[in-house]
């Protein structure tokens, strides 16, 4: 079974710092897909950014951006320049062809303190 | 992007009632449905897997009886809770996978509040 682990249950930053949110991954398949999603208090799940576990170099938009460590199954979320509207649990999700089913992790709540 | 519609966002209903959730892809085919519980301050759990025109595929634990699941055309999947108890209140989501290359992936509704009483 694949697993998507968060380690962090719960951080806080300061507004216009930055913070990172950890997630490792576990996986025999050697193409697949990982996503970082945002769960504001609206509770809709909003796409933050996405990674082609095919391609080295790292997926960015605009103050997001990951470390994706393939051989270290590791894929960080990079926070620059935190705004409070950044306050939202975060998900950590790996989708396999294969499967075609999404795998997520525990969440880690992020709050934005001003 | 691609967008899924959910509906209602929030219901209320009796002990034993049964309460239908709709999802609809508009600006996409969406051949496979998924169906999302998620409690408070948890992750999404999956309940079901549904496709176009087949039975929906559930996950362990997850009552096919309680939970039916239809997705009858393309662009839309429903998700009926039946005889509804107390137990079933939840958050309830669905998420479409997108098949395109622009933004393969999955796109999420919503979701529903569901309340029996």
């Known amino acids: 079974a694949q697993t998507v682990t968060q380690s962090q249950p719960e951080m806080s930053v300061q507004e216009a710092e930055t913070v990172t949110l950890s997630c490792t991954y576990d996986t025999s398949e050697s193409n697949y897909y990982l996503f970082w999603y945002k769960q504001p208090p609206s509770r809709q799940m909003i796409l933050v950014i996405r990674q082609e576990a095919y391609k080295q170099q790292n997926a960015t938009e605009n103050r997001f951006s990951v470390n994706f460590q393939k051989a270290a199954k590791s894929f960080s979320l990079k926070i620059s320049d935190s705004q409070l509207g950044d306050t939202a649990m975060y998900f950590c999700?790996?989708?396999?062809?294969?499967?075609?089913?999404?795998?997520f992790g525990g969440g880690t709540r992020l709050m934005v303190k001003p | 992007g691609a967008v899924v519609s959910q509906h209602p966002s929030w219901v209320i209903c009796k002990s034993g009632t049964s309460v239908k959730i709709e999802c609809r892809s508009l600006d996409f085919q969406a051949t496979t449905m998924f169906w999302y519980r998620q409690f408070p301050k948890q992750s999404l759990m999956l309940m079901a897997t549904?496709?176009?025109?087949?039975?929906?595929?559930?996950e362990q634990g997850v009552e096919k009886d309680k939970f039916l699941i239809n997705h009858a055309s393309l662009t839309l999947s429903t998700l009926t809770v039946t005889s509804a108890h107390p137990e079933d209140s939840s958050f309830y989501i669905c998420?479409?996978?997108?098949?395109?290359?622009?933004?393969?992936?999955?796109?999420f509704g919503s979701g529903t509040r569901l309340t029996v009483v």
């Open positions: 549904s496709n176009e025109g087949s039975k929906a595929t559930y």
């Open positions: 998420s479409a996978l997108v098949n395109r290359e622009r933004d393969y992936g999955y796109t």
């Open positions: 999700a790996t989708l396999y062809n294969a499967g075609n089913m999404l795998t």
